[in-house]
């Protein structure tokens, strides 16, 4: 089973940036898709963004021109670059994928919980006023 470890959540004040990184246990130089989920304290799960290797992206609207997306092949790392971070942006931070062996040719479910396979442990983002 891929494992996908993150890192880079902490402590900002609004206005701030953030980069998370979600790092596979196999290349990503395949196809796939990556999603980004958070959870704050009280609520649900919900999709932040998502991507697949023919390039389709995905963002909630309220991270839209905020948030992006980004790989590192050579590292087998997804990124989640977070700019103008606000409070309302504080949650757990959780990446999950699907890896593909044969031809995939799109249809990657943003903010889908159960289409993907393979979730990190997640990390936690905290955003002061």
């Known amino acids: 089973q891929v494992q996908l470890v993150e890192s880079g959540g902490g402590s900002v004040q609004a206005g701030g940036s953030l980069r998370l990184s979600c790092t596979a246990s196999?290349?990503?130089?395949?196809?796939?898709?990556l999603g980004w989920f958070r959870q704050a304290p009280g609520k649900e799960r919900e999709g932040v963004a998502s991507?697949?290797?023919?390039?389709?992206?995905t963002y909630a609207d309220s991270v839209k021109g905020r948030f992006t997306l980004s790989q590192d092949n050579a590292k087998k790392t997804f990124y989640l670059q977070m700019n103008s971070l606000k409070p309302e942006d504080t949650a757990m931070y959780y990446c999950?994928?699907?890896?593909?062996?044969?031809?995939?040719?799109?249809?990657?479910?943003?903010?889908?919980?159960?289409?993907?396979?393979?979730w990190g442990q997640g990390t936690q983002v905290t955003v002061s006023s």
């Open positions: 999950a994928a699907v890896f593909y062996v044969f031809g995939y040719t799109g249809g990657c479910r943003f903010g889908d919980p159960a289409y993907y396979a393979s």
């Open positions: 196999i290349s990503t130089d395949r196809h796939y898709c």
């Open positions: 991507g697949d290797s023919l390039g389709t992206t």
